[in-house]
């Protein structure tokens, strides 16, 4: 009879734990709900920070959660809008897209104000180098990127008319492409010439996501050949004709490349290839390869480092000469290359290459020190643009975890 007492217990326990685990939940949730209106902003910001984990009152604290988007603190409203955004994010609050438009219309706070944003990046190598061009025009507003992330169809003409408001026009362009229809390829390219340059690159990046190739593929050679053009302009315009080369039929694009290729214009010439050689067309590496050995020591970095980010094998021999290059940027651009192609036989190569970017190095701050222009010596030669050391530690991990050994 006890026995059957202690089971009848444990039964009532199991049974009962769900449930004080849901009371213990609501409890929860109820009080958080009540310090999201808080007008204190660090208990508004922990309470919208923490409700995004209680998916099953989805019903509850997204509603929450938008009517507080238009609350103000007394400091840092954009801080707690930004955290408010992120948790209907991760709620997959769809619903949310129209309010966070309206706020994003008002004027009011979206961006940081007490909180570090996190949006500095720190490039030591040429693969961080690589990593910092890539299209992100969100950092400043978690509001924005929370658009981003909601929008679909249905929000393109509030986001083309905020835009054309002259508000937040790099990020929408940008989301107006990711979720755009065709047609809008128009409106995007309308500000190809906008005197900012995140709008431009925004453009450039839109329009390679959008499928209307017979208006986008003009718009996006014009921005890469453009020879007064801002550089990442033209990166991003070179990024999205990959994008348009990997999709569907991609022999127009593979031809207008092909023809640039012919271009008097050198950077027009080096981004052109680099994304032909992205797409596999051996013309394009061909080209990289001859370029290397420019007399320009900027395109010979950037011929360089595209050289290691295509992994291209058969400029080997190209990259162990650029290890010895005169600039020591194209030291480092050699030595990420090599690591990204190379096998544990480059491993000697890179650290011998190290050793004498040392000595270089040590004679080189001999004619700073005597230079009326450290400046004009330092650009010549390269000087600080990259850390070797860790350049060579990248190379040499790279190579590690492809399979060789030391």
């Known amino acids: ?84 955004a992120k948790s209907l994010v991760e709620l997959g609050a769809k619903e949310a897209v129209f309010p966070l438009l309206q706020l994003v219309r008002s004027g009011k706070s979206i ?52 835009v054309s408001e002259g508000k937040w026009k790099e990020q929408l362009i940008t989301t107006i492409g990711k979720v755009g229809h065709p047609r809008y390829a128009y409106f995007i390219g309308g500000y190809k010439d906008d005197k900012a340059v995140g709008v431009r690159i925004a453009v450039a990046h839109g329009l390679g996501l959008i499928t209307n190739d017979d208006f986008t593929l003009p718009v996006l050679i014009q921005l890469l050949s453009r ?6 302009v033209r990166w991003e315009a070179s990024n999205a004709l990959v994008t348009m080369g990997k999709r569907g039929d991609a022999q127009a694009v593979r031809k207008r490349l092909g023809d640039l290729l012919r271009d008097r214009e050198k950077l027009t010439v080096l981004l052109t290839a680099r994304a032909l050689a992205i797409l596999g067309e051996e013309k394009g590496s061909l080209k990289l390869r001859e370029m290397a050995m420019d007399g320009d020591p900027k395109i010979r ?25 005169d600039n020591l940027a194209v030291r480092a651009c050699a030595m990420y290359a090599l690591g990204r192609i190379g096998d544990a036989s480059m491993i000697a190569t890179l650290r011998k290459a190290f ?22 010596v330092k650009q010549k030669y390269g000087v600080g643009v990259f850390d070797l050391r860790q350049t060579l530690q990248e190379a040499i991990d790279t190579i590690q975890k492809k399979g060789g050994k030391d």
């Open 301 to 325: 970095m950037e011929t360089v480092m595209y050289l290691g980010e295509v992994t291209d094998v058969g400029s080997k021999d190209i990259l162990i000469k650029s290890v010895k290059d």
């Open 227 to 232: 020879s007064n053009e801002d550089f990442f």
């Open 1 to 84: 009879m006890r026995r059957t007492a202690h089971c009848f217990i444990f039964l009532a326990i199991l049974v009962g734990s769900p449930s004080l685990a849901r009371a213990e939940d609501t409890t929860s949730v109820k009080k958080l709900l009540e310090d999201l209106r808080a007008p204190d902003y660090m208990q508004a910001w922990g309470a919208a920070d923490k409700l995004a984990i209680f998916s099953q009152y989805r019903a509850e604290i997204v509603p929450a959660l938008i009517e507080a988007l238009n609350h103000e603190w007394e400091q840092c409203s954009g801080d707690v809008r930004q955290v408010i």
């Open 355 to 376: 050793e004498g970017s040392t000595d270089y190095m040590a004679t080189l701050e001999k004619q700073l020190k005597a230079s009326s222009s450290e400046e004009a």
């Open 111 to 162: 961006e940081h104000e007490c909180v570090e944003c996190g949006g500095c990046f720190l490039v030591l190598t040429p693969g961080d180098a690589l990593l910092s061009r890539g299209h992100d025009p969100f950092s400043p507003s978690d509001v924005l990127w929370a658009v981003h992330q909601l929008a679909d169809f249905s929000h393109l003409k509030t986001m083309a008319e905020i």
